[in-house]
């Protein structure tokens, strides 16, 4: 059954030259084409030259991976995360008399208040 | 060196062999994820809110069932490796041996607040279960990795106050 929305699509694909929608691959090829700062990485399939299994397994070994600077870049910048997001430690204590530190998040335990506060006081 | 106002983000990565078919050849999978503990626990810890991004995908490591006696430790040698050489290339973004400047390692990272910060990603965790940690670093099987602990005395832990 043919919607209206395939119109709108079919219209796009023609004008903007849009990638086909019908299959999963062109909803991932429009979302790798986003800007930069905004997209994920890329999968690329990389391959080690110089290395071999053994003697029996002379194929090359291959691994798939994207990179990890651009995933960090999308998780910080993600607008649907903005409201839920820790820039800085922050010891936090329960409701208990006498209080009990709470360490069930990660910016109320220890190990980020050492690394970015205490760095910090010694220059 | 951190300074004032910058802001560090700590990386979490996880890890886990999955088994995929049992009579069609033994695939495995074995993915690597990644997410920041910039969000907090109840983002990270809901699958629909897709804050875990897999980063990459290790390759398989050869059986070590038919291979004879005599070469199976420089295979174990090979597969180890292999694996150091898959990670240390995954990981590659977050060294600085080449270029140890003052400013390397640190991003000016619009954030989701429309403000921008001087971050560090920091590796902070590996999440993975004990066969995992066996495989990553190399130790024999059923071996606890942070402790000393003897294989057959897995389990009875006895708090050292009482």
Redesign the interface.
């Known amino acids: 059954m043919k919607t209206h929305y395939h119109n709108v699509l079919k219209e796009e694909n023609t004008t903007l030259g849009f990638p086909n929608f019908k299959y999963g691959d062109g909803v991932q090829k429009l979302v790798a084409s986003m800007p930069d ?1 905004q997209a ?1 990485g890329e999968w690329e399939l ?1 391959t ?1 030259e110089d ?1 071999r ?2 003697d029996n ?1 002379q194929s090359p ?9 651009k ?12 409201e ?5 430690p922050q010891p936090c204590n329960n409701c208990d008399t006498p209080p009990k530190r709470l360490y ?4 109320t335990a220890d ?2 208040w050492e ?2 506060v205490r ?2 006081t010694r ?1 | ?4 106002r ?6 979490i990565f996880m890890s886990d062999g999955t088994h995929l078919s049992n009579f069609a050849g033994d695939k495995k999978d074995w993915p690597v994820y ?10 990270r810890q809901t699958p629909s ?1 897709h ?1 875990v ?7 398989i490591l ?1 059986k070590n069932l038919n ?1 004879p006696q005599k ?1 199976l430790d ?2 174990r040698q ?2 180890q ?2 694996l150091n ?2 990670l240390r ?3 590659q ?2 060294t600085f041996k080449q270029h140890p400047s003052a400013q390397s390692g640190y ?1 000016n ?5 429309v403000n921008f ?1 001087r ?1 560090k ?2 590796l ?1 965790a590996w999440l993975a279960d004990c066969p995992e940690y066996s495989d990553l670093h190399h130790l024999e099987q059923h071996v606890c990795v942070w402790c000393e602990c003897p294989k057959n005395e897995l389990g009875h832990y006895v708090h050292p106050d009482k």
């Open positions: 700062d994920l990389h080690l290395m299994w053994n397994h070994i291959k691994y798939w991976s994207r990179d990890i600077i995933s960090i870049l999308w998780l910080i910048g993600h607008p649907a995360y903005a839920r997001q820790i820039f800085a069930t998040e990660r910016h190990w980020w690394t970015q760095r910090d220059g | 060196m951190f300074r004032v910058d802001t560090l983000v700590p990386l990644m997410t920041i503990g910039n969000l907090s626990s109840k983002i809110t804050s991004v897999m980063v990459a995908l290790l390759p050869i291979i070469w420089e295979q090979t597969n490796e292999v050489e898959v290339r995954v990981l973004p977050l991003y990272v619009l954030c989701a607040d910060r971050c990603p920091v902070s």
